[in-house]
């Protein structure tokens, strides 16, 4: 019964391909974010959705597209996959849209390698 | 323009002793600051946290200390143990802003 589970864990994908990462909650949880960690370690943030509307959009290539179907669920797509892209996708919930002020829970990550 | 700022990439301490984990940050408008802790292929875990009204939050072995006119601020283990080995991400918020900005992180290795 994890409470972010991530799908796939690894994810070796071609250049140009499109690929899918599909992120689960069980918390109850009304907003949900994608982080991307890429080579420098740095965690940021592309996306966030609250009860399934988009709030927190970076600037994010729009090759990027998260669906979420219902509050439960977020899912990133990835269309036309290009070698930067690698890097591991962190999901994460928190229980509303103050995600700064309330604990965000992750996933364990994805880790996508374009080669 | 790296907004949170942690410069030591990694930090060795011996089991038992104090383990100083330091953070900077850049914007002033942050009023809300978090810890959170990674082990190998998992996700970040929230640890502590700390508003920006306060100068030190403490639970169980872990403190945090808020110097807002250094703007920096620094985590405490006490002492140290051997499942405290990972790595550690300082983040900051602001006015409830959804989004969090997160530091590159510090390594930390308990030594037996």
């Known amino acids: 019964d994890t409470a972010v589970s991530q799908t796939p864990k690894y994810l070796v994908t071609q250049m140009g391909n499109d690929k899918s990462i599909k992120c689960e909650q069980n918390l109850g949880h009304d907003t949900m974010y994608w982080y991307k960690q890429d080579s420098k370690k740095f965690l940021k943030i592309m996306f966030s959705?609250?009860?399934?509307?988009?709030?927190i959009n970076e600037t994010v290539p729009n090759r990027f597209s998260p669906k979420s179907p219902d509050k439960a669920h977020l899912n990133l797509h990835i269309n036309s996959l290009e070698l930067g892209d690698s890097a591991v996708y962190f999901c994460?919930?928190?229980?509303?849209?103050?995600?700064?002020?309330?604990?965000?829970?992750f996933g364990p990550g994805t880790r996508l390698t374009v080669l | 323009d790296q907004q949170v700022k942690q410069n030591s990439p990694s930090l060795s301490v011996q089991e038992g002793r104090i383990s100083i984990l330091n953070c900077d940050y850049t914007n002033s408008m942050f009023d809300y600051f978090l810890w959170y802790k990674k082990y190998p292929a998992e996700g970040p875990t929230f640890l502590i946290s700390i508003s920006s009204i306060k100068d030190k939050n403490e639970d169980g072995r872990f403190t945090v200390f808020l110097n807002k006119s250094a703007k920096h601020l620094s985590l405490h283990i006490v002492p140290s143990q051997p499942g405290d080995s990972a790595v550690y991400f300082c983040?900051?918020?602001?006015?409830?802003?959804?989004?969090?900005?997160f530091g590159k992180g510090t390594r930390l290795h308990i030594l037996p």
């Open positions: 994460a919930s928190s229980q509303d849209f103050r995600g700064g002020y309330n604990e965000q829970f």
């Open positions: 959705y609250n009860n399934k509307e988009l709030i």
């Open positions: 983040a900051a918020s602001s006015g409830g802003d959804d989004k969090i900005i």
